[in-house]
């Protein structure tokens, strides 16, 4: 299934808006931007046949952004939003001088909007978006007297991704990720990976108010609607229904996003490999 190409019904304006992530965090984006943007019509990746993206090098992270845009670009989207934090660590530079179309990370938006809120900034992330130290440095970037603790937390995804989200073992965990960074003191949290804000009735079990929340994707949508009206891209005409595609199980993935969506998504089957493998056919 692909969105129809550019003629006299479907202008560049009303071109889809791709997201993409390693599975439901993106859906966290996805809420942002039918929140801030009802208008635009979206696609949405979820790459499950290899999610958690968290252990994975940079060089299999960059790899999968760039075969996930080269399908994104057979479906005549006008922009993309790289709603893994993962990806923006360490594959959004390439990606964007790879292609075209405005690419839109999480990084920076959610590192500017932590530098507001507080001095003592904690980040939770997965382990490559941890090690990869794009945060801190984009934190250090917009307040050099900042101070920043990072966790990596390899077992968030999997857990979110499981819909065990009520298990005791979940809360477990989180308290044990997240105590060094209450020893610290921090005053500002950033969820480091959109699968975190599902995490959400579990912090508010034991994190104080005090501590002020950041979801980068409130942010990443902020930033996207400034880029669409410098571009003058904005959709001026109704939404289309979104459409999902997952290269894992569409079943898997339509049964657990069920549970945010509050309605069961029609999700499709996607092969990268054999749209990358056309690409280099076309080209021979």
Not at 87 to 99: D, M
Not at 165 to 180: F, N
Not at 263 to 269: D, G, L
Request: neutral net charge; contains cysteine; charged residues 15%.
């Amino acid at each position: 299934m692909t969105f129809p190409p550019e003629s006299a019904t479907v202008t560049k304006s009303s071109a889809p808006i791709g997201i993409f992530d390693s599975g439901v965090g993106g859906l966290t984006v996805l809420r942002e931007l039918t929140r801030q943007l009802p208008q635009e019509s979206i696609l949405y990746v979820g790459d499950t046949a290899r999610l958690p993206y968290g252990d994975r090098s940079p060089e299999e992270i960059r790899q999968f952004g760039h075969e996930i845009m080269t399908w994104m670009m057979t479906q005549n989207v006008k922009m993309v939003m790289m709603a893994c934090n993962t990806s923006s660590a360490l594959a959004l530079e390439q990606v964007q001088q790879a292609f075209p179309i405005p690419i839109l990370g999480l990084i920076c938006p959610g590192a500017r909007a932590a530098v507001k809120a507080g001095r003592r900034i904690g980040v939770i992330a997965t382990p490559a978006t941890a090690a990869s130290d794009a945060y801190r440095q984009a934190i250090l970037e917009a307040d050099a007297e900042a101070q920043v603790w990072q966790m990596g937390c390899p077992q968030f995804v999997p857990l979110i991704e499981q819909g065990r989200l009520q298990d005791p073992a979940t809360l477990a965990v989180a308290k044990t990720y997240l105590q060094p960074l209450l020893e610290a003191n921090i005053d500002t949290l950033v969820h480091g990976c959109t699968h975190y804000p599902h995490l959400q009735p579990v912090f508010q079990t034991f994190l104080p108010d005090t501590i002020k929340r950041i979801d980068p994707a409130y942010f990443m949508v902020k930033a996207a609607v400034q880029e669409l009206e410098l571009l003058n891209l904005k959709s001026t005409r109704p939404a289309r229904p979104t459409q999902f595609f997952v290269s894992g199980c569409p079943e898997q993935f339509a049964n657990l996003a069920a549970r945010w969506l509050k309605t069961t998504p029609r999700v499709n089957p996607v092969n990268f490999d054999a749209c990358v493998t056309a690409q280099k056919s076309q080209r021979l």
